[in-house]
DNA sequence: TAATAGAACGAACGATCGTGCTATTGTCTG
DNA sequence: CAGACAATAGCACGATCGTTCGTTCTATTA
C-alpha cells in the first residue's frame, strides 16, 4: 500500500504529463491510444477484482505490456485508480444518462431506470456495475478516489431526484412525493439487483427489480395508493 | 493472492486444530481465547479494509503478535477468511436474528427490520455491515469464502421471506404479495442506507430508510393499496 | 541526414505478502 | 521436579507489490 515511501519523486514533476500546453498543444497520438487501451482493460479488470486488488504487474501483463512502460502513463497507483473511474464514468454516462437526456420529466425518469438496468443487466463490465463495487470498497479510504466516487454518486442521485423533480413541476408525478426519498429508493433497488444477479448469478434479479421500480414509479404518478 | 503455491502443506494435517475429541473433550484455554480475541480484531479490520486486504501482517502487528504465530491459529489466509466469516455470522445472528426469534410472524418481520437497522447503524462493525461488504468484494472470487457466503445471504433472505409467509399465514399481510420480492426489496433497501450512511457520512440514510421500509410493510398488510 | 523528444523496456529497489520451518516458552500432569 | 505438549516467537523463503532508473527504440522535426 505505501511501499517505498521514502523516495517518492513522481510528484516532483508535478504536471508532466496533465499539462500538454507548452509548445504543442496536441501531438501524442501513440501514447493517448495506448493509454486509452490501458484504461479500457484497466476497467474491466477492476470492476471484477476491485480497484485496489488491481495490480499494475497483472494489469501489464494482460496487456502484454512492461510494468515500467505502463506505469509511465500515470505517475502512482492512485493516479491509475483515478484515471480509471474516470474511465468508467464515461461509459457510465454513455450508456445510462445521456440516452436519457433526450427525453424530460417522467420519461426521462423512466429512461434513466432502464438504461441503469440494462447497463446492469448486460456486459458492459464484467464484473457488475462498477460504482457499486467502487464505493463500497473505498467507503472507508480517504482520499482522491473515495473524494471522485462520493461526487459523481451524488452527481448520479442528484440527476435521478431532478428528474423527478420536473416531473412533478409537469405534473406527471403527484407532489407529496420525497423527490430525494424516492431516488434513493430506486438506486437502492437498482443496486440491489446488482448485488442479488452477481453474487447469486441469478440474471432473473434485474427481472424482479424492474417490476419493483416501475411499481414504485407508478405509485408515485397517481392513481390510487395508499398514503395511509 | 496466490503466493508461494508449491509448497502447500498446511491441509496435509487436516483437522489438527478443529477435531478437539481424542484424549481430552475440551481442554485449550489460552489457544481459545487468543483464537477468539484475533478474530474479534480480524472482523473489525476487515469490515474497514475488506476481507482481501485484511493482512496477515498487519492484523499481527494490530494484535501485537507474531506473524507465525497468528498464522499458527489457521492453516492459510483462506481459513482465516472463512473464520472471519463465521465470526461476523455469529455477531450478526446475536444483534440481528436471535431478538427477533421471541416473536411470530409479521412482529419477527418488524423486528428483524429494525435489527438490522440499529445494527448498520450502530457501530456494531467499524466499518458498516460486514456482509454488505463482504458479498460484494467476492462475488467475483471463487472459492470457499464466496460459496460461504452465499449461503449466509441465501439463508438471511430466507428468513425474511419466511417472515413474511408466516405473516400471511397469520393473516397480517395480504396473500397477493409476493413474499420473496418484498423480502427481496427490503433487503435493498437496508443495504442502500448502508451504502449511502458510508459513503457520504450521512447518519440520517437510516432514518430515511426505516420510514421507507416501514411504509412497505404497511403497504403490504393492507389498508388501501393500489394494485391497479 | 542529424538531432531530438516521447514511448516502451529490463532490471532492480525496498517493502510486504502468505507460508514453512525450528526453537523457545509456558502450563499441566505424573 | 521432570517430562509432555500446546502455544508462541524467530527467522527465512519465494513471490509480488509500487516505484525508480537508465537505456533503447521509434518517429517527428530541423
Redesign the interface.
Known sequence: MKANQPRAKASDRPESRTSPALKTPLRRPRGLKTRQAILRKAVNLAS???L??LTIGKLAAALRISKSGLFAHFGSKEDLQCAVVEAAREIFVEKVVRPAYEFRGLKRLQALCENWLSYGEGKVFP??CFF??A???F??RPGRVRDR??EL??KWLGNLEQAIHDAQIAGEIKNEVDAR?LA??I???A???N??S???RDPS?FG??R??ILQRI??ATG????R?
Chains 1, 2 share one sequence.
Open positions: 471484477v477484482e476491485g485496489e486488488g464484473g457488475g457499486s463495487a464505493s463500497l470498497e467507503d472507508d466516487i462520493v454518486m451524488k426519498q434513493f429508493e438506486q437502492a433497488l443496486m440491489g439487483a448485488w442479488s452477481r453474487l447469486f434479479a424482479l427489480i417490476g419493483a407508478e405509485q392513481s390510487v395508493q395508499s395511509e
